[in-house]
């Protein structure tokens, strides 16, 4: 079955940037979705097709593709920014969803 | 505004059977794919499949096919998520979530904790 890997954690001072990184072999053809998920929450989207920015959603975060890898990039970390990411994309097929493994932001 | 409101938390025990809903609000519902997500204690996000409530077209994770049943209501703009024979290991909270294009998740429920336990 298809897969998308993140690294399990990354860990950024407080005003640096932290980039967040998800691979999967069909991610040059399916779009890639950012979720953020604080504890006891259910998840929030962040980022859509790849680079995207829903409304409310501040303009610190943002995404970018490049292969078979697609990045969330959050420019001067918050504290309230500690949480846990999720990328998701379909298989190359497009009919099955798929969530990366996750990555805990840990704002030192 | 949309809102996706589920059922409360169950508690059961291993090989009963369990129905959990979600109720959509403020959008057509038909319109829009409606989906479920689950997440084992501790665990990340696992994408279990959507429904279409228009015509009733339904996807499943491979993971999942055959392990649960989604369904949904239009009359009354809610989905289903429903087990058969629970085991210990559907312990999880399950998130419905209104799916764009069947692609990805603008809106989510608050979620559902399911405890399986003897």
């Known amino acids: 079955s298809y897969e998308l890997t993140q690294p399990p954690s990354v860990s950024v001072s407080p005003g640096q940037t932290a980039r967040i990184t998800c691979s999967g072999d069909?991610?040059?053809?399916?779009?890639a979705y950012w979720y953020q998920q604080k504890p006891g929450q259910a998840p929030v989207l962040v980022i859509y097709k790849d680079s995207e920015r829903p409304s409310g959603i501040p303009e610190r975060f943002s995404g970018s593709s490049s292969g078979t890898t697609v990045t969330l990039t959050i420019s001067g970390v918050q504290a309230e920014d500690e949480a846990d990411y999720y990328c998701q994309s379909a298989d190359s097929s497009g009919t099955s969803v798929v969530f990366g493994g996750g990555t805990k932001l840990t704002v030192l | 505004e949309v809102q996706l409101v589920q059922s409360g938390a169950e508690v059961k025990k291993p090989g009963e059977s369990l129905k959990i809903s979600c109720k959509g609000s403020?959008?057509?519902?038909?319109?829009?794919?409606i989906g479920w997500v689950r997440q084992m204690p501790g665990k990340g996000l696992e994408w279990m499949g959507i429904i279409y409530p228009g015509d009733s077209d339904t996807r499943y994770s491979p993971s999942f096919q055959g392990q649960v049943t989604i369904s949904a209501d239009k009359s009354i703009s809610t989905a289903y998520l429903q087990w058969s024979s629970l085991k210990a290991s559907d312990t999880a909270m399950y998130y419905c979530?209104?799916?764009?294009?069947?692609?990805?998740?603008?809106?989510w429920g608050q979620g559902t904790l399911v405890t399986v336990s003897s």
């Open positions: 403020g959008y057509s519902f038909t319109s829009y794919w």
């Open positions: 979530a209104r799916h764009v294009d069947s692609n990805y998740c603008d809106y």
């Open positions: 069909a991610l040059p053809k399916q779009y």
